[in-house]
Each structure stands twice: as structure tokens, then as C-alpha cells.
């Protein structure tokens, strides 16, 4: 197949398959989601293989954060499944009586989801076991920038699941631009905004709905009742622990007031020392930059003028290894690049404030991120913050943790996306909510049909209004006489 | 002129003004007082725009604004609540809640067909989930469109809720903004526009778009009744001119000529000797419609299949109800969405041939099916995908609040009416609290096998490892 033809191709089968109903039946669902639980768990020294050759992710964290969260949406799915595939009852109402009325989950049908370099076996299995449990065939694009875990998925998923129905296509720009022209009945992208928006205008040509999951600043706001020495931690474990910052919820610039500024600087200094050693781009416990592309951005946001002296701890890399120690900046100016952009690594800027409440209006200024994050014992700034902070979500307390909880909607507003997943929102995500009304040939109201006349006028009025006697009369067949 | 509309409402949503259940409350309760006081001059508009008679002006548009007013206002106290969700045992302890938030500063494009309802509803969502909102009545409905501009400002907050008029510049102006949402009621190539634009900004659309509805009769229906009910959907619906009005018909060849000879004398009945003489039929809303619709017949392979009506007044705009009988399949009227009073019957050797019919084409908004056939029934609903379907009857979902109204592929994407419209305009914000106790010392670097054993433990629910997790195990020092 040459690569023109290869899209037309794929969608063309996918289409096939789906028509014959394969991918309908709770069984076929259910083989599916086993056989990516069982992929996950057999072949997990693989995974861990592949994640450590495409950014040096360590096995903890291949498994907290991608492994065992790939199995546990399984898991979920195949619990839930029934439940969500059953039809749901909603009142019928007098308008139609009598009548039955429910909410049917019906597949999209053909569905594409694009996949990041970040979490790519996460960002990759977990769109696509919600597209399983909701009956769809699936084509699976992972990124080719994480190249070892796009090849090995290539491998092991026609291995474990029903290669009929669910394949992997491999590829960069040119080949995702092919996929992207064909008709899906839903696109799922994760990824940044740049090209959320082509895959949104792409879309627009077919009608095509889509989810995209993108990026922003995560602000994390540090207030000074806290448990300082707990928010440091969980700060450093929002930010470092999670791919060396490279993720989308990642703790991205810190705002706290000027006088709790060096205290938090301290025990942020202090965290980094226990968890990294003094040496951190020796410590293994770090992910590194998955390519020198993004090495260099990081050097260009960290080495910019007004921004190089700001740097109050860490700063140091290593090109060859692709590493990037974690890194504190102290005030750097709102106008530089580093606060303009997605971090997306290992820099953490902190700007201080005067008082603690200034810290929304910046934060407003700035898109709407995916996550946003608020360290207090203040009840009363938590629900300001909840009120007054429109975002993908919100923490208070914590960083990252939040996806871990399947009854939670995990998804961006604003520029950080549309739409949601993850437990029964990843269903959703991938199903038509088909409206179902059912009636009978009794129950027939005269004073419906033309002509219209002043009488039946008057029933319907009052039927509309719930009144008793003009319910009965329309029952009844009032007004007497012709139709 | 729409930056400076944009501008206002964005100044007037971040002051927070539209966010208190009591603002929203007074705009919905303010609704309801104009739709009761106006109500002549609302059904009179619509006389105006579409000849739309009196009854229908009642029944299709005003009352369900209404109902769907009074729905808000009673669900919204619960609706703005946030909901609590279920904690995970990885994030032990904490609270977990879904908070709906508002969306923003929201445009509303408006449809021409039901000029009024569909300008209200999804207005009446958007302010019950709290945005401030533009509206954008159709140029094609003029009288409407102007009724909205000169009222809604006599009864809403002018600072948060606007209407602006305009045709194809006004609204190609309102689409370069950046929006919070964009909800469009209209066509699919027009819908294709408004998503690619919206695609600039990363602004999420609802689309309620049109298709082909078909009706499937069975043969073992009560006939008479089901015809009442497929002329009311059709023809009593602004002449057919609604997205979900039956398009066409699918039969058994044995089963045609008896329905067809039901369906004239229940035409006849509805409408008269003379339909376009009759006060209960819309007209044809202008002659550039008018004129699409009578060259859909205009062809000898066309016309030749007219069984009944056919009839038209250029002047008044008028068509009469007309069916037509095995129209080939490659013709514009077969192939497009037909909004108009031709109902074209398809018949077929086996009743079950009408669901891959059906399915040869786009997914319509409305699929209908009239048989007492329970296998048949499960068939069709589990194998025709659709917006909505009914079983024996015809465009009465939508009266339903507690059904999502709305279309899937070229049909449209999204859904309102109910809860649905508060969450069509609404943010479902995941939140999760903790304390700043239950730190789990295995969940940090330096990572060890041990602190592994112990998060493994924890993710697959174990209790144990929980407790061994929360009492700072592995030990180690501060």
C-alpha cells in the first residue's frame, strides 16, 4: 500500500467491520478490555522498556502513572459495562401518554485517537479502551516522538485484541494528515493547541465531533497556612515526579506572597535534595527531555535575558543525555517567554505577590489551564479560588492526583480543550445518547389534528396547563364530531 | 460591531453578574412574563414570517418555550449544585465533587422554521447555567427577528443578554469572535462554517443540524391512526418545514396502495378540497424556498410519480400537501433533505429492507417506525442509528424535557432541552480536596522496590498497603 492510499484504506476496513455489528455485542466489548488488561500485565517489563528508551521515564513511575492506570480504567469498564450499555428510563410525561421514554448508548461507530509523546502508552490505551467499552472501531495513532512504545503498541496490541476492529497506524506529520482527511465519527486528540486546532478544522469538513485534551500553565497558588513541608512535596511530586514536568497537569509556575517566598524556597530547595541527591542529573529517578527539539526550548525559555539571573536553584543540564536538572526561578517578568508559554519541563517560576488574592487576577489573565492548584487551610480562599478560577479542574492541597479517580470528569476548558474521559465519561465520550420515545395506538387526542378550531384550541391549551378536565376531554376524543 | 458587543458581555460575565441563582432565576421568571404577555404579538410574528397558524404558534412554540422556562426554574437549584463523587483509595483521604461553571459569553445563531423556539431555548440554557449570551435571530424570519430585538430588552438584563439582527455579513462578523460556545440551529453547510470557525478560537459548537427523518408502516398498524399522526408530523409542522418532520416514507410494495389511499383521505380531512385555501397550513417561507421546492418536482421522472396534491400558488407561497410514489433514487428529492410539504413513499419487498435503506444514508436527527412488531421495534431502535426515534408516532420527543433533543453525524453533535441545555452551556469542573494529612511517604523519590510494593499494593486496593502507605512506610527521615 502506498502511503496515499493507506488512510482510505484503513477506514475503509474499520467501516467494514464495524457494519457486520462485530464490536455491538457486551461480549466482544468485554474480550477486548480483558486482552488489553492482559496486555498490560504480561508485557509490563516491555512497556517499562519502552517508556525508559523514549524518555528515560523510571519503572515507578511507568507504573503508578501509566501501567497500572491503563489497567484500572480496564478494570472500571469491564465492572460499569452492563450498566452503561442498559438502556436508561426517564418519566414519559402527560403531553404523550400514554408512552414509554428512555436514553439508549449507541456507538459512534468509527473513531480516530491520537496519542501523546508524554504518557504515550496512558494518552494511547486509555482513549482507546473508552472507545471499546462503548462499541466503536478504533484507529489508534501514537505519537511517533515517543518512537519505542509507538512500535512496540504496533506489536503488541494485534497480539492482544481484535485487530479486525482496533489497529495502530504508525507515522509523523504526513501520515496523521492522511488519517486526519478521511470521515471518523468521533476524533480524540491529546496534545497541544496549535494543532488541537487544525484537528478542529479538519473535523469541521465531515461533521465530525471531537475531544481534544491540550495543555496550559497550571498555576499552583501557595498560601502561608499550610503544612509547608507537606506542600513541598506534593508540589515537587506534581511537578518532577511526573515526567520531569513534561506533563499536561503538571505543576507549571507557583504564585505565593512575598513574605512566604523564601520559606517556601527553602523547603522546595530541601525536597529537591532528598528526592534527587545533589547531583539530579545523576539521580535515575528523573525523567529526561524526550528530544533534543524540546531540550533546546527549555535552554532558550531558561537562558532568555531578564530570565537567566533570575534562577535560584538548579539550572543544570546535560545535552548529551537530553537531561535538565529541576530548576527555580525567583520573579521572573510576566512578559518573558517562560511565562507566556507552556513550560512543559523541569523549570518551576515563582511569583510573588503582595497579598495572597492577587494571585487570581493573574491567574485570570491568563487562558484557562487544564488544572489549577491552590496549597491552604483557608476555607474561605478555597471557595474563592473554586468561584473565582475557571479551569480543566481544581486541587486544593495536592498536584497531578486527581486523574487517579475514575468518578472525576478529567478534560480541559477554554484553550486546555473539550470534552472529557475517563471511567463512565470515557463511555460517554464515544457514544451517541439516542433519544427513544415509544407509544401505541391508543391514547389518541382528536383535538391534535387540523382543523384547527377554536375548541381544540381551548383543550390543548388546557391540557398544556395540567388541567384535569381538559386532560379527560382530550382522552375522551373531545371535541366530538369529523376527525 | 460585534468586538464591542463581545466586549461588553465578557466585561459584564467577569463581573460576575450572571453567576448568582437569583439573577438567573429573575431573567427565566422575566421570560415567562414575556412570553404570557406577548403572546399576540409573538403568534402574530409568525403569521408574518410563515402564515404559521395560531394553533401551531401555540402548541410548537410558545407553550414549550414556556414549559421550558418553568423546567429551568425548578431544576436550576439543584442543577448548580456540585455533585459529590466517590473519593479513590489513591487519594485517601480527600472529597471529590464535579462543580458545573458556567461556559462564559455564548452566541446563539437561530433557525428561520421555528423562529421563536428556537431563539428561546437555547437561550433559556444558557442563562440557566449562568453565561451571558448573544442571540442571533434569523434574517429569514424577520418579523420574529425584529420582535426579539424590540422585547427581550424590555424584560432581561440588556447588559448581559443581547440580540443582535443581521444576515450573512452580521453573523460572518459574530463568527470571527471568540466565543465560550457557539450553538447553531440550521443546515449542515452552514454548520461546517460555524465549526471552522469556531476551530480559530478552540470554541466548542453545538450543531442541531437536519437529514432525511424517515417513517417506516408496517402493515400491521392501526392505519388510520398512524396516518393521523405521520400528517400531523408532516404537514402539521409548518407544512413540513421542520428538522424533524418525516422526509419520507418506507413500505412494502403490498402494503402502498392502502396507504396511500389513507393518507389522501386524511389529507383531505385535515385539509380540504382546496389545501391551499385552507388556514391551517403554513406557507413556504420565501421564494427562494419555494422555488428549491417546486424543482424538486419540476423533472417528467419526478412529477410522474405524484399520486395526490401537487398544487401551488406562486403568489401566496403556497404548496399543498403532496405524495409522491417510487421516485427514483438518484433524483434531488431522494437524496436531499426535502423541507417541504412532499412526502415521498419508497416501498420495499420485506419490511426489514427499510433499515439498510435507511442506513445508505446519513444519520438522521428523527427516525420513525409504526409497527406492533416488538422484534421489528428492537431491530430499528438497535440497529438504525439516529438523533432520536419514536415508535408510533412522529415529532412528539422534543416535547419531552427529560430526553436529550439533538442529532448525531450530518445530523448534528450535542443535545438540549432539560437538564441537557443547562449542560450544554455549562463546564463540569472535577475538584478534589485534601488535608494536609495522610501523606504517603512510598508515593516519593528516591524511588525503591520497596516504596513499589507498597503503591502496587495501594492502586490494587489493598487495605493493608494502605495503612502501611498512610503510616509513612517505608520509614524514613524527615
Not at chain 1, 500500500?1 to 457486520?20: G, I, K, N, Y
Not at chain 1, 484553550?415 to 395506538?441: C, N, P, Q, V
Not at chain 2, 417513517?215 to 405521520?230: E, M, P, T, Y
Request: aromatic share 8%.
Amino acid at each position: 500500500l502506498t502511503a496515499t492510499a493507506m488512510a482510505p484504506a484503513v477506514a475503509e476496513q474499520l467501516r467494514e467491520s464495524f457494519a457486520t455489528g462485530r464490536t455491538r455485542p457486551a461480549a466482544w466489548r468485554e474480550a477486548q478490555l480483558r486482552g488489553v488488561l492482559r496486555m498490560a500485565t504480561e508485557m509490563e517489563a516491555q512497556i517499562c522498556g519502552a517508556l525508559r528508551a523514549d524518555l528515560a521515564k523510571p519503572v515507578t513511575e511507568s507504573y503508578v502513572h501509566e501501567i497500572s492506570l491503563v489497567k484500572s480504567s480496564c478494570k472500571f469498564a469491564l465492572k460499569n459495562l452492563k450498566k452503561w450499555m442498559k438502556p436508561k428510563k426517564v418519566p414519559a410525561g402527560v403531553l404523550t401518554f400514554p408512552s414509554t421514554a428512555r436514553i439508549a448508548a449507541e456507538p459512534l461507530g468509527v473513531v480516530l485517537v491520537i496519542s501523546a509523546w508524554n504518557y504515550p502508552f496512558l494518552l494511547s490505551m486509555d482513549p482507546v479502551v473508552g472507545a471499546i467499552a462503548a462499541g466503536n472501531a478504533v484507529v489508534l495513532k501514537p505519537s511517533e516522538v515517543a518512537p519505542a512504545t509507538s512500535s512496540l503498541l504496533a506489536e503488541l496490541l494485534p497480539r492482544f485484541v481484535d485487530s479486525s476492529c482496533i489497529k495502530v497506524v504508525e507515522g509523523g506529520v504526513s501520515e496523521t494528515s492522511e488519517l486526519l482527511e478521511q470521515k471518523w465519527d468521533k476524533i480524540f486528540y491529546t496534545g497541544n493547541g496549535k494543532v488541537g486546532r487544525i484537528v478542529l478544522s479538519l473535523a469541521a469538513k465531515h461533521l465530525t465531533p471531537v475531544a481534544l485534551e491540550l495543555g496550559g500553565k497550571c498555576p499552583v497558588v501557595v498560601d502561608s497556612n499550610v503544612d509547608l513541608h507537606v506542600a513541598a512535596k506534593r508540589i515537587a511530586a506534581g511537578k518532577w515526579g511526573c515526567n520531569n514536568g513534561q506533563a499536561c497537569v503538571s505543576p507549571d509556575f507557583i504564585i505565593t506572597t512575598k513574605s512566604l517566598a523564601p520559606k517556601l524556597l527553602e523547603s522546595l530547595e530541601k525536597v529537591l535534595q532528598k528526592f534527587y541527591g545533589h547531583d539530579p542529573l545523576q539521580s535515575p529517578d528523573l525523567s529526561r527531555i524526550v528530544n533534543s527539539n524540546h531540550f533546546k526550548r527549555l535552554r532558550i525559555l531558561m537562558g532568555e535575558e531578564k530570565v537567566k539571573d533570575k534562577i535560584v536553584f538548579g539550572g543544570q543540564s546535560d545535552e548529551a543525555q537530553l537531561k535538565i536538572a529541576p530548576t527555580l526561578l525567583m520573579d521572573v517578568p510576566l512578559d518573558s517567554a517562560i511565562m507566556k508559554e507552556e513550560i512543559f519541563g523541569p523549570l518551576l517560576p515563582i511569583i510573588t505577590v503582595d497579598k495572597i488574592h492577587e494571585s487570581f487576577a493573574l491567574i485570570n489573565s491568563m487562558t484557562k489551564p487544564l488544572a489549577a492548584y491552590l496549597f491552604t487551610k483557608d476555607s474561605t480562599l478555597k471557595d474563592q479560588f473554586e468561584n473565582g478560577i475557571s479551569a480543566g479542574a481544581t486541587i486544593i492541597n495536592d498536584t497531578s492526583i486527581h486523574l487517579t479517580n475514575p468518578h472525576l470528569p478529567f478534560g480541559g476548558v477554554g484553550e486546555s480543550g473539550m470534552g472529557a474521559y475517563h471511567g463512565t465519561f470515557s463511555f460517554d465520550a464515544f457514544s451517541h445518547k439516542k433519544a427513544i420515545l415509544a407509544r401505541f395506538f391508543i391514547g389518541e387526542v382528536k383535538a391534535r389534528y387540523p382543523p384547527y378550531t377554536p375548541a381544540k384550541l381551548s383543550i390543548v391549551k388546557g391540557v398544556l396547563k395540567g388541567n384535569l378536565a381538559s386532560m379527560i376531554q382530550a382522552i375522551l376524543g373531545f371535541p366530538r364530531g369529523g376527525a | 460591531m460585534a468586538e464591542a458587543v463581545v466586549r461588553e458581555l465578557r466585561a459584564s460575565f467577569t463581573a460576575g453578574r450572571t453567576r448568582p441563582v437569583e439573577w438567573r432565576a429573575a431573567q427565566l421568571t422575566a421570560l415567562v412574563r414575556m412570553i404570557e404577555e406577548k403572546e399576540a404579538d409573538i403568534s402574530a410574528a409568525l403569521q408574518a414570517d410563515l402564515a404559521k397558524p395560531h394553533m401551531e404558534s401555540y402548541l410548537h412554540e410558545i407553550s414549550l418555550a414556556k414549559a421550558s422556562c418553568k423546567f429551568s426554574l425548578k431544576g436550576m437549584k439543584s442543577w448548580t449544585k456540585p455533585e459529590k463523587v466517590p473519593s479513590a483509595i489513591t487519594t485517601f483521604p480527600s472529597t471529590a465533587q464535579i462543580v458545573p461553571e458556567p461556559l462564559g459569553v455564548v452566541l446563539i445563531i437561530s433557525a428561520w422554521n421555528y423562529p421563536f423556539l428556537l431563539s428561546i431555548d437555547p437561550v433559556i440554557g444558557a442563562i440557566a447555567a449562568g453565561n451571558a449570551v448573544v442571540l442571533k435571530p434569523s434574517e429569514i424570519a424577520p418579523a420574529t427577528s425584529s420582535l426579539f430585538a424590540k422585547l427581550l430588552p424590555e424584560y432581561v438584563d440588556n447588559s448581559c443578554i443581547k440580540v443582535v439582527e443581521g444576515g450573512v455579513d452580521e453573523t460572518t462578523d459574530l463568527l470571527e469572535q471568540k466565543w465560550d460556545k457557539i450553538f447553531y440551529t440550521g443546515n449542515g453547510t452552514i454548520g461546517r462554517i460555524v465549526m471552522t470557525a469556531a476551530a480559530k478560537h478552540l470554541t466548542p459548537v453545538a450543531l442541531e443540524l437536519g437529514g432525511k427523518c424517515p417513517v417506516i408502516v408496517d402493515s400491521d398498524v392501526d392505519l388510520h391512526v398512524a396516518v393521523k399522526r405521520i400528517a400531523v408530523g408532516k404537514w402539521g409542522c409548518n407544512n413540513g418545514q421542520a428538522c424533524i418532520a418525516p422526509d419520507y416514507i418506507i413500505t412494502t410494495k403490498s402494503f402502498a396502495p392502502e396507504l396511500v389511499d389513507s393518507l389522501k383521505r386524511v389529507i383531505k380531512r385535515f385539509y380540504g378540497e382546496d389545501p391551499l385555501q385552507s388556514a391551517d397550513l403554513s406557507r413556504i417561507v420565501n421564494s427562494k424556498h419555494f422555488n428549491r421546492l417546486t424543482s424538486l418536482v419540476e423533472d417528467k421522472k419526478v412529477a410522474d410519480k405524484i399520486v395526490y396534491g401537487g398544487q401551488t400558488d406562486e403568489k401566496q407561497l403556497k404548496i399543498a400537501p403532496t405524495l409522491l410514489l417510487d421516485v427514483p433514487l438518484d433524483t434531488a428529492l431522494m437524496t436531499g433533505e426535502i423541507f417541504g410539504p412532499y412526502l415521498p413513499i419508497v416501498t420495499v419487498e420485506k419490511i426489514e429492507d427499510s433499515i439498510d435503506f435507511i442506513n445508505s444514508k446519513t444519520k438522521p436527527l428523527a427516525a420513525y417506525l409504526f409497527t406492533k412488531n416488538k422484534k421489528l421495534q428492537d431491530n430499528f431502535v438497535t440497529n438504525v442509528p439516529a438523533g432520536g426515534m419514536l415508535v408510533n408516532d412522529v415529532a412528539l420527543h422534543l416535547t419531552n424535557p427529560h430526553l436529550p433533543f439533538g442529532g448525531v453525524g450530518e445530523s448534528g453533535m450535542g443535545s438540549y432541552h432539560g437538564k441537557f441545555s443547562f449542560d450544554c452551556f455549562t463546564h463540569k469542573k472535577a475538584v478534589l480536596i485534601r488535608g494536609f494529612g495522610g501523606e504517603a511517604t512510598a508515593r516519593y523519590p528516591p524511588y525503591t522496590q520497596e516504596k513499589q510494593k507498597i503503591l502496587r499494593g495501594l492502586i490494587n486496593g489493598s487495605f493493608i498497603a494502605l495503612i502501611l502507605a498512610l503510616l509513612g512506610f517505608p520509614r524514613e527521615k524527615r
